[in-house]
């Protein structure tokens, strides 16, 4: 797990447990600490990402090892080693 950093709108304020993880649902990607800056800040989300957010009942999907490799090299520029990988990440 990342470790805790500042809020980076107020960086004298709280530090944030796991600020730089990301979360998908597949089809979106945000920062494990949207809540607290949607909470403090009444940050606007998109429209889009709230329709559907509302039309999965508020459940994060699942989503399939392949589609997360894809998204961490295409959507993220992440380089994954393949020799790297001993079958144990197989659910990154």
């Known amino acids: 797990m990342p470790e ?8 004298l304020g709280p530090v944030l447990p796991g600020a730089g993880s990301l979360r998908t649902d597949g089809d ?10 949607v909470e403090k800040y009444h940050l606007m989300l998109p429209v889009d990402f709230l329709s559907l957010v509302r039309s999965r009942a508020f459940v994060v999907p699942r989503v399939p090892s ?7 090299t295409t959507e993220l520029g ?8 001993d079958g144990s990440n197989k659910d990154l």
């Open 28 to 37: 979106w990607i945000w920062r494990a600490d949207l809540a607290h800056y």
């Open 78 to 85: 992440i380089r994954l080693d393949p020799w790297l990988d």
């Open 66 to 72: 392949e589609q997360l490799r894809a998204i961490l």
């Open 4 to 11: 805790p950093a500042p809020d980076v709108l107020d960086p």
